[in-house]
């Protein structure tokens, strides 16, 4: 199933389609001992996980240098994927439950990602400035604003807007205006965009990346 990533990154290199292939092995040994992944989503690893983390990089190419936050990141999405795409940019994985990090970490270290560091705690408690936040739904929008809003340097990294990229689906008018409302967010700098333009694929109609600007 990794030649589904070939066939949006064909400009993967050698070791970037060595590490993807690596995966789908690395997940299913871990999952056999915590299940980390559901069951059933095991067999679609690179759709439902990989490929859908990857969309991300269809909003913004993170610059080389700029350093990347995945809140909530369980077994390592969509922190993993998007850090062998972007080797030159930093990734701190977090989640609060121990042995989701206990997996994200074996899988980054066995795929040698250097550029990756993994921490067992929540996201208020990391004592760090990141340009990006990164994360796939772990609640409400005006719930997880608040908890890494003032992690997030403001302005620009390399001409690019920092912010948020949140992977959400379903009607998100009403969960967008009320976070925009609690974070005095003008509505301007949220921008809704489809999975469904960039991947074919059923499984993304009615998902999307939300990117909010800080």
Same mark, same amino acid.
């Given at each position: 199933m990794e030649d589904l990533i070939l066939t949006y990154f064909p400009e993967l290199t050698q070791r970037q389609r &060595?590490?993807?292939?690596? /995966? /789908?092995?690395?997940?299913s040994e871990w999952n056999s001992k915590i299940n980390v992944v559901s069951r059933k989503d095991i067999d679609n690893l690179y759709l439902h996980h990989v490929l859908h983390s990857l969309a991300i990089s269809r909003v913004v190419q993170f610059p080389a240098g700029s350093a990347v936050l995945d809140v909530g990141t369980g077994g390592g999405f969509p922190g993993i994927p998007l850090a062998i795409i972007f080797p030159e940019v930093s990734f701190v994985l977090c989640d609060s439950i121990g042995k989701k990090t206990l997996v994200a970490r074996s899988v980054a270290e066995?795929?040698?990602l250097n550029n990756v560091r993994v921490e067992n705690a929540r996201a208020e408690s990391i004592d760090m400035k990141f340009d990006f936040v990164v994360s796939r739904a772990v609640?409400?929008? =005006?719930n997880f604003l608040p908890w890494i809003w003032n992690s997030l340097l403001p302005g620009k990294s390399d001409g690019i807007e920092r912010g948020v990229l949140?992977? =959400?689906?379903g009607e998100l008018g009403e969960e967008i205006s009320a976070a925009? =409302?609690?974070m005095r967010i003008p509505a301007e700098r949220i921008g809704i965009n489809e999975i469904s333009k960039w991947f074919k694929e059923p499984f993304f &109609?009615?998902?999307?990346? /939300?990117?909010?600007?800080r």
């Open positions: &060595e590490q993807f292939a690596a /995966l /789908l092995p690395l997940y066995s795929l040698g609640t409400e929008l =005006k949140y992977l =959400k689906g925009a =409302k609690a &109609e009615g998902k999307m990346v /939300l990117y909010i600007k």
